[in-house]
């Protein structure tokens, strides 16, 4: 499996060794950096690529059961009514939230952990700049979002699931360093970008496998809408739901 512990070292050593040959041409150097600059990008963006950390992407079963995951919340617009069609239809979930909505809105982190769901931690800020912080800057902003979930629960979240997707050497170092089980997807659903319910019902129900993990996300309206849909349709085929934690036997909090 390529990971950045061993091409890097590699890139570097091939690297050097051209240098040092007297003549040598300049240009398989800069092919070599290129490749490894394109391998590290390639591992940052790809989030079951596990190339700077293994993250855990989907469980390993022949069972039909999947795992549906909602980000960035929680969100007084569409949690709540999230909360309403999970409890209907008696599906569990998982919620990765962002430690500042936490701090505006406590009460509905709650209501999310009292109906049954999982929390999980999506970083305090989730800034756009996340992944430029050193690795003592991230713990602090994970902490941070620790804080405020005990605070409201009293619990404090073992999962984590990187802000956007994104990994890198100084967040591998804070999640190993902060003991977190970090969990990604196997279905994006990319409902923050498609506003076509029917398409999006249709990507996601395309191809669903055992273990599979669902990425949405409690701050879109598509997602209200097609919620019910896509409950209703994979239990037509079989499958059940079951909280992350649980499909992946992992603990939920520390
Ligand atoms: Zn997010």
Same mark, same amino acid.
């Given at each position: ?27 398989? =150097? ?8 394109? &391998?590290?990008?390639?591992? /940052? ?6 190339? &700077? +950390? ?15 995951? &909602? ?15 999970? $409890? $209907?239809?008696? =599906?569990?979930? %998982? ?9 505006? #809105? ?12 999982? +929390?999980?931690?999506?970083? !305090? ?9 050193? #690795?003592?800057? @991230?713990?602090?902003?994970?902490? @941070? *979002? ?17 802000? !956007? ?6 967040? /591998?170092? *804070? +999640?190993?360093?902060?003991?977190? +089980? ?11 970008? #498609? ?6 019902? *249709? ?17 879109? %309206? ?30 939920? !909090?520390?």
């Amino acid at each position: 499996m390529l990971k950045s512990r061993v091409i890097w070292p590699i890139s570097l050593v091939l690297m050097i060794a051209m240098l040092l040959i007297p003549g040598f041409p300049l240009w398989p =150097v800069f092919l070599t950096l290129a490749v490894c600059i394109g &391998f590290m990008a390639w591992g /940052a963006s790809q989030v079951s690529s596990n190339f &700077f +950390i293994d993250v855990i992407c989907k469980a390993q079963t022949k069972e039909k059961i999947v795992a549906l995951s &909602f980000d960035d919340g929680p969100a007084e617009n569409y949690t709540p009514q999230i909360l309403e069609i999970l $409890q $209907q239809h008696k =599906v569990p979930a %998982a919620f990765f939230c962002i430690g500042q909505r936490v701090e505006k #809105t406590p009460e509905l982190l709650v209501k999310i952990h009292e109906a049954g769901h999982l +929390i999980g931690n999506h970083s !305090y800020s989730h800034s756009t700049l996340f992944d430029l912080n050193t #690795t003592r800057n @991230m713990e602090n902003d994970l902490d @941070m *979002a620790d804080i405020t979930i005990d605070e409201a629960i009293g619990l404090k979240p073992r999962l984590f699931r990187p802000p !956007y997707g994104v990994t890198n050497p100084m967040l /591998a170092k *804070a +999640i190993k360093r902060k003991k977190y +089980i970090p969990v990604g997807w196997s279905i994006r659903s990319m409902d923050t970008v #498609t506003k076509d319910a029917d398409k999006l019902l *249709a990507k996601v129900t395309k191809d669903v496998q055992p273990g599979d993990i669902f990425l949405f996300h409690d701050t879109c %309206a598509v997602t209200v809408k097609i919620l019910p849909a896509l409950i209703k349709q994979l239990k037509e085929k079989g499958f059940a739901f079951k909280r992350i934690d649980e499909l992946l036997n992992v603990p939920a !909090y520390a």
